[in-house]
DNA sequence: AAGGGATAACTGGTCCGACCAGTGTGTGCT
DNA sequence: AGCACACACTGGTCGGACCAGTTATCCCTT
């Protein structure tokens, strides 16, 4: 069993150096990066590696690459996409944004239960009694293995994005999942706790009970 | 005054090329992208420029790449994130999923009423009268040149959004007004056509009437 | 003939060094 | 002082080489 090597690839060295310097303000909006050849010397690659790291921070809205002038910091939170989210959770020791659990526990109830009201509307019977099964699958690991909970009431939620045929939130859906694995403490507050509430959504979902399955949803998602 | 050049750089070319060929369905799920030599060979660049492109599709969650495998293609509707919106709208001259412009308006609506209540909430007097302000700009420029308005509106938006104090918003923000400009009928889908409803929206955000703005918000964003 | 391990032929990852192509700047001429 | 030109940056691309990990094949062993 040969062991992967565990060097990580000298482009995802810089990229995470320079992303994390970016998110954690040390490289200001407006700034001018090193130049790449400047940075290939600072970080001992090739500047080919330093490119392809860049390539991927102009990719995600970080920087503005132009060709003869200097590549400048963007502020991210004006330019950024909603992926940026699991970059700002991941992001090196550095502490994320205090408001950055909420963003995402806010947003999370605000898809998931228009989520659930179109899923009522648009999804087929079979998509609807796949979200009832998934519900209770979910419901019946409520007390149990984590990560087995964990994986089914994704599932359940993922059916449920599916089912409203809203792409926007379907992609969202995958963006806001993304940052969740690390920062547990955001997990676990994401993480369902009553096994009837899941069970009563899912059975509002099947009997096509608009009105219910929202309240069902912000009952999981926004209680209190 | 001289002309930037008009031939697009050849690692833009492979991307954009590889970005609407996965979008497209030419390159199903799944599939194995052809190798960075076999890629080089047929664009007629150096493989340097084809690993930038892969990387910025990696970025983006249309690829898997592995070292010593063979790069493949993801399911974009499961990996990736809300950015992808703008690639949809956009690519080529390729039709966009029927659902793309009713997901966008669905998620505007869903976030920008959540938005103005949280605004209310938490924002501080003078962001709430700069909403107002905007608003009443806004609403003079209605029946006025499209593009001004645009402008105008987004920017009060954005205020609106900053002022929500959820960063997952202020970013999911970014993406979907991105997606706009390469879709002229979405673009105007969304452009207000009455000033009072932005006016009354404006006020009911200064009065920090969050019932009314969210009601204000819901007749802007989802009328009917 | 079937199983298993060496190996050859792929894949992506990195490096070297060079040159092209735009920008910006400083300098010297007018 | 004002302007134009050369030079010194910046990023963009190229050619070729080699390293590293995977995968499929083929031959040897059982």
């Known amino acids: 069993m040969p062991r992967a090597s565990d060097a990580p690839r000298a482009s995802e060295r810089v990229h995470a150096a320079l992303r994390d310097e970016i998110l954690g303000g040390a490289l200001a909006p407006g700034a001018a990066v090193p130049s790449e050849r400047a940075l290939a010397k600072r970080f001992g690659v090739h500047r080919q590696s330093v490119r392809e790291a860049l390539k991927r921070l102009e990719q995600a809205g970080l920087v503005r690459i132009s060709h003869g002038g200097a590549t400048r910091v963007l502020d991210w939170r004006d330019s950024g996409g909603l992926e940026i989210l699991a970059d700002l959770a991941d992001a090196g020791g550095r502490e994320p944004p205090a408001e950055l659990a909420r963003s995402i526990?806010?947003?999370?109830?605000?898809?998931?239960?228009?989520?659930?009201?179109?899923?009522?509307?648009?999804?087929?019977?079979?998509?609807?009694?796949?979200?009832?099964?998934?519900?209770?699958?979910?419901?019946?690991?409520?007390?149990?293995?984590?990560?087995?909970?964990?994986?089914?009431?994704?599932?359940?939620?993922?059916?449920?994005?599916?089912?409203s045929g809203n792409l926007a939130y379907r992609l969202a859906f995958n963006s806001l999942l993304r940052a969740l694995p690390s920062r547990p403490e955001m997990a676990d507050a994401v993480r369902p706790s009553e096994a009837e509430a899941i069970r009563a959504f899912g059975a509002a979902v099947r009997a096509r009970d608009g009105g219910a399955a929202a309240s069902c949803a912000r009952e999981l998602l926004a209680p209190g």
């Open 105 to 163: 526990i806010e947003m999370r109830a605000s898809i998931g239960i228009d989520a659930a009201r179109l899923c009522v509307e648009r999804a087929g019977e079979a998509e609807l009694a796949e979200v009832n099964r998934l519900a209770g699958e979910a419901a019946a690991h409520v007390g149990g293995p984590v990560e087995t909970l964990e994986e089914r009431y994704a599932a359940m939620w993922r059916t449920v994005v599916i089912g």
